[in-house]
C-alpha cells in the first residue's frame, strides 16, 4: 500500500468536512430531540474519517453510493447544509425534495445515488453503477459502502462474483463500526476479520484503520487505481466506530462507557484538529475562526429549513416512473 506524505491544505481540507459532519450531526440531533427531525435518524458521529479520507482520493466524477447512515456523505460529496438540512425536516428544498428524509439522499449533480433504508440493498446498485461506467468507457469509478450488518445479506455474494468476472470499477466498502444495530460482530460470524470475505472471489481485500484519514486515503487511493486501470474490484473493511447509538432511538445500552471512551481517545476530529495545531499549520485562533465559520453555515441551514415550505401534495406523483425513455424495444 502506497505510503503518501500530505500536505497541510489537505489536512485543512480532512478537518473542515470532519468539522462540519460533527457539528451537523450534533444539531441534527438536538432537532431530533425537539421533534423537528421525524422519522428514522442514523447519525455519522465518530465516522468522518472514512469519508474524509475517501473524498480527498477519488476524482468529483466518481460515484458514491451507501445505506441509510448518509448524512456524512451526503455533505461530504458537496451538497449544501442547507439541502440536507431541509430534507431532514421534509422539505420541499431538500436534496430529494422533502421525500426521502433521513435515510434517502440524493443527487445526481454530485454523483451521489444514495441514502438506502433497505439493509444490503446499495450493494448490487454500486456494481450496477460501475458497470454502466465501463460499458460507457469512462475511468470513472464506483465507491458503495455498507455497514458490518449488510455483510450478512446475500446480495453481497452474488455482486462479488459479478464484480470480479466483469471486473467492475468498483471499490467495495465495509464500514465496520462493530455493531449491527445493537449486535456486536462478535455474535453474528465466525469470521471476524471481515474483509476475508473478499479472498474467496479472489477479490483484493484489505483491512483499514478507519479512525485516521490518512490510512483511508491510502487505501482508497490504491483501490481506485487499480479499479481505473481495469483491474476490477477491491473489499476495504475500514475500521470505524459510532460514538451515538444506532438511531436516535437507541440508548446503546449494550456497548460499555469505557469502551466508548476508549474510542473517543482516537477520535478523528480531535486528532486531526491536533495535528494541524503542532505542525504550526494553523494557529489555534485560525482554527478557531474556522470553526466559527462552520457553525454559522449549520445554524443557517437550520434557518433555511424552518423557513421552507413542504412539498406540494401533488409531488407524491412525481418522480416514481420515468417519463419519456429513450430507448426503443421493438
Avoid at 468522518?48 to 448518509?70: F, Q
Avoid at 495545531?277 to 437550520?302: P, Y
Amino acid at each position: 500500500m502506497a505510503k503518501i506524505t500530505f500536505s497541510k491544505e489537505t489536512y485543512r481540507e480532512w478537518y473542515e468536512q470532519m468539522f462540519l459532519i460533527r457539528r451537523f450531526e450534533e444539531k441534527s440531533a438536538q432537532l431530533y430531540g425537539q421533534q423537528k427531525i421525524r422519522g428514522f435518524c442514523h447519525l455519522y458521529i465518530g465516522q468522518e474519517a472514512v469519508i474524509a479520507g475517501t473524498m480527498s482520493a477519488i476524482t468529483k466524477d466518481d460515484s458514491l453510493i451507501t445505506a441509510y447512515r448518509d448524512h456524512g456523505h451526503a455533505l461530504a460529496v458537496g451538497i449544501h447544509p442547507n439541502e440536507v438540512m431541509a430534507e431532514l425536516y421534509g422539505k420541499a428544498t431538500g436534496c430529494t425534495k422533502g421525500k426521502g428524509g433521513s435515510m434517502h439522499m440524493f443527487s445526481k449533480e454530485h454523483r451521489f445515488y444514495g441514502g438506502h433504508g433497505i439493509v444490503g440493498g446499495q450493494i448490487p446498485l454500486g456494481a450496477g453503477i460501475a458497470l454502466a461506467e465501463q460499458y460507457n468507457g469512462t475511468s470513472n469509478i464506483c465507491v458503495c459502502f455498507m455497514g458490518d450488518g449488510a455483510v450478512r445479506q446475500g446480495a453481497l455474494h452474488e455482486t462479488f462474483n459479478m464484480a470480479m468476472l466483469w471486473k467492475l470499477p468498483v471499490v467495495f466498502v465495509i464500514e465496520n463500526n462493530e455493531y449491527a444495530m445493537g449486535t456486536s460482530v462478535k455474535r453474528t460470524t465466525n469470521v471476524l476479520d471481515l474483509y476475508k470475505i473478499g479472498l474467496s472471489y479472489d477479490m483484493p481485500s484489505f483491512q483499514v484503520d478507519g479512525m485516521r484519514c490518512e490510512t483511508v486515503h491510502e487505501a482508497m487511493a490504491d483501490a481506485a487505481d487499480r479499479a481505473r486501470k481495469g483491474e476490477g474490484p477491491t473489499l476495504l473493511e475500514i475500521k470505524t466506530y459510532r460514538y451515538r447509538g444506532h438511531s436516535m432511538s437507541d440508548p446503546a445500552k449494550y456497548r460499555t462507557k469505557e469502551e466508548v471512551e476508549n474510542y473517543k481517545i482516537k477520535d478523528p476530529v480531535d486528532v486531526t484538529r491536533q495535528t494541524i495545531i503542532d505542525n504550526k499549520w494553523m494557529t489555534e485562533s485560525e482554527v478557531e475562526a474556522l470553526e466559527e465559520r462552520i457553525e454559522t453555515i449549520v445554524n443557517e441551514s437550520v434557518e433555511f429549513a424552518e423557513n421552507s415550505p413542504y412539498p406540494d401534495p401533488s409531488e407524491l406523483y412525481t418522480d416514481v416512473y420515468v417519463e419519456d425513455y429513450p430507448f426503443i424495444i421493438e
